[in-house]
């Protein structure tokens, strides 16, 4: 049977020459485009030092010419000439007047001639010896052109039909109102000699301020306005001084400038990339050149080492293709048959690992399920840690438990709570660090957590654990618009007291009824005397207690009158009636202890309390003690006490804004210094001074206002900053939104009763 050739062979042969050939392509590439770079850069940098020269030895002549003027027009012949009705009978005048014209020409910095006109006499001088008339002056027109340029001190170019560039200087010096002014006069020819030029890769320019040209390697270009050229824009909308960058307006240019900080021309040069480049191209010749050779010497090469490099594969081939079990290929691509085996197994890897990280998964769900509820052995949680990689020693723990406080107006229904829970779950898992949690798990329709506390001092304890509560929060409304509580534990040393924590945590949660939706609950905030709502078997006895604990008359009423229907409605011996009362009995018993409360004085009468409870004959009797005897006078004392730390927490808050008026008092502060959460002392407060702390805060420092401006001769301003308004403007719109005048009208007005 004759064997064709099989596909792999000839890829390992076109892949070998490719090896062989790509590489040298691709380095002549990137060294043909590196070669460029570097030319133009250092054609750039090139350039940006011819200009700083040429921008040295222009501004050398013109500072030099500026300070030689400067001290002329500063003496005290021209000041007192300028005062004068210079005619020509006053020749000793006029000659000084030459003379020191004249040798400010004699230096060699490219002065053409200068212009001295007395704005104040009306008298002009230039090199001739005849002082004219400035109403007559052929040049009059230009004199009063620059006069009325709100600059004192400038340079310009003359206009387009002249090749003259002009210093002007108004006198005195620096004076809005100038009694003189000096025109002086350079030949544009003269700067351009000073233009350090390359007429081969571009041009050299020097443009003023507003875009003439006033040199330029091409003198037809001078006088010229290239404010409007394109790849000149981007130089005066830049608001650097040195820079350089590309332009494809008219082809690709390279453009370099200087801004000069003395007079604001602009130095310029403009070169052609692809002359920079021409050198460059030979780069690619060469690598075209000896890609070919190489592509040749490499073919011989691959076909040879390709047939040796091949042999192990077609031996491995050959034995797969010899075993019955597996499939023959349809291919003829040995390769991809030997790949396809190798991946079934490991597809079959993968699904292993798979089954066994869902079981572990499971497993650690269930332990943690089974650790809530106090179901798991300690030698046996310090086994499943350490079997978990979790660390054996903990710190002091506590549980932070997350529920979904409704799905009314959502776009969820009822049948989704189960995903949304779990959808929770692993933002919960995403977002606490895996160092800080045991693995979160979903429980009775609650998400519920395990961390460790980390630091040395409570406060920092409760810093962190506000804000992963507050980050929960904002995740899952930012992901699944659902609102959300989260009830916190009390603090506890040991990994094995988590049921505790957990009843804690899911405890605190039933307190939403009173702190309303969205709150983040602390168990010692709604329950600081220490109570503990026991876990019962059945729903309504959790229920009543829970309505006991809130002091929720009708609720108790209605629970405890479905509590006594279900006993009563099993038909058992009398005596077993009274199991589960005893039990109810002794769990609000155990209520009262907690509440520190004697249990003689819930109770009137000498038998003790199980007595009492079995000596009753009638269902209604029943209801009707347990209603009089025990959870009328707890619920009593759940809403004294419950009261009375309404009112401390309230009366302290008052006496903060009382004190602290002045300050930046804010409900965080308060939290901080109470030690509550914020969301917490928000509803005592306005449960108890019957309205929001903020607004509360706002109409004292109103109070506090008026007093001030009545009794008080301070000002606006000083009233608003000692009450922390930001300003004196919000303070006055804000008093009279509520005063209906204005702070200074409210003064007056009490002033004047007095």
């Known amino acids: 049977m004759r064997i064709r050739p099989p596909k792999f062979l000839l890829r390992l042969f076109l892949f070998s020459v490719l090896l062989g050939t790509l590489p040298v392509l691709i380095l002549g590439v990137l060294s043909y485009q590196k070669s460029s770079e570097i030319i133009q850069d250092k054609v750039a940098k090139g350039n940006m030092l011819n200009l700083e020269q040429t921008q040295m030895r222009v501004e050398q002549i013109l500072k030099t010419a500026d300070k030689s003027v400067t001290q002329f027009m500063s003496s005290s012949l021209v000041n007192s000439a300028l005062n004068m009705s210079l005619t020509p009978d006053q020749f000793d005048t006029v000659n000084s007047m030459l003379q020191g014209l004249h040798q400010l020409q004699s230096f060699d910095l490219g002065i053409h001639d200068i212009l001295l006109v007395s704005l104040n006499r009306g008298w002009a001088i230039d090199n001739t010896t005849e002082v004219h008339r400035l109403e007559s002056f052929i040049q009059a027109d230009m004199v009063k052109n620059y006069t009325q340029s709100g600059k004192t001190s400038f340079w310009t170019h003359a206009g387009s039909a002249s090749e003259e560039i002009h210093m002007v200087k108004k006198l005195p010096l620096h004076s809005s109102t100038p009694s003189g002014i000096i025109i002086v006069k350079f030949k544009s020819k003269e700067i351009n000699k000073l233009l350090a030029n390359n007429s081969e890769l571009g041009d050299v320019m020097i443009l003023d301020e507003n875009g003439l040209v006033l040199a330029h390697s091409d003198a037809t270009q001078i006088g010229k306005d290239y404010s409007g050229r394109g790849e000149l824009l981007s130089i005066r909308n830049n608001t650097e001084a040195v820079g350089t960058y590309t332009s494809s307006q008219h082809g690709d240019m390279g453009v370099t400038f200087r801004k000069s900080p003395y007079n604001g021309w602009m130095y310029i040069s403009v070169s052609s990339v692809d002359l920079i480049t021409k050198d460059s191209k030979a780069i690619e010749w060469y690598t075209y050149t000896a890609c070919l050779l190489i592509l040749v010497v490499t073919m011989l090469l691959s076909w040879l080492g390709s047939r040796r490099m091949y042999s192990p594969i077609h031996l491995l081939y050959r034995s797969l293709q010899a075993e019955p079990e597996i499939t023959k290929p349809a291919e003829r691509d040995e390769l991809s048959f030997i790949g396809r085996q190798v991946n079934e197994m490991l597809d079959t890897k993968h699904r292993m690992i798979g089954i066994i990280e869902g079981q572990r998964r499971q497993v650690e769900e269930l332990f943690m399920i089974k650790l809530f509820q106090g179901e798991v052995r300690v030698q046996e949680i310090q086994e499943k840690l350490t079997g978990f990689a979790y660390k054996k020693d903990w710190n002091r723990i506590y549980v932070m438990a997350v529920q979904i406080d409704t799905l009314n107006g959502t776009r969820y229904d009822e ?339 007095e």
């Open 415 to 753: 049948m989704d709570e189960d995903l949304l829970l779990f959808a929770i779950n692993n933002i919960v898992d995403e977002i606490v660090p895996v160092s800080e949690r045991l693995k979160p798990t979903v429980i009775h329709r609650t998400q519920v957590t395990l961390l460790e506390c980390r630091g040395e001092q409570e406060e920092a304890y409760k810093k962190r654990v506000n804000e992963l509560a507050a980050e929960i929060r904002q995740k899952v409304g930012q992901f699944l618009e659902l609102e959300v509580s989260v009830g916190i534990s009390r603090f506890y040393n040991t990994v094995e007291e988590a049921r505790m924590a957990y009843q804690d945590a899911t405890e605190a949660l039933k307190y939403t009824i009173r702190t309303g939706a969205g709150s983040v609950i602390y168990i010692e905030d709604v329950e600081p005397e220490g109570t503990i709502l026991s876990l019962f078997q059945g729903r309504i006895e959790q229920e009543l207690l829970d309505a006991v604990k809130l002091a929720d008359f009708a609720q108790a009423d209605q629970l405890l009158e479905n509590y006594l229907q279900e006993i009563f409605q099993e038909k058992v011996n009398h005596r077993e009636y009274f199991v589960p009362l005893t039990a109810f009995l002794l769990e609000l018993v155990r209520m009262a202890q907690n509440l520190g409360e004697p249990i003689a004085s819930l109770y009137d009468g000498e038998k003790s309390l199980i007595d009492q409870l079995y000596r009753m004959r009638t269902v209604k009797e029943i209801g009707q003690w347990f209603r009089e005897a025990l959870i009328y006078p707890m619920m009593e004392l759940f809403e004294k006490k419950r009261k009375t730390q309404y009112m401390r927490i309230s009366d302290q808050m008052l006496d903060m804004i009382h004190h602290e008026v002045e300050t930046d008092l804010s409900l965080d502060l308060c939290a901080t210094r109470l030690g509550y959460h914020p969301d917490y002392i928000r509803g005592v407060f306005r449960r108890e001074a019957g309205v929001n702390f903020s607004e509360y805060l706002s109409n004292f420092r109103l109070q506090k206002a008026k007093e001030m401006l009545v009794d008080t001769e301070l000002k606006i301003s000083e009233i608003a900053e000692r009450l922390r308004y930001n300003n004196s403007q919000n303070f006055i719109r804000y008093f009279r939104k509520q005063e209906g005048m204005t702070p200074g009208q409210y003064r007056e007005k009490h002033l004047l009763r």
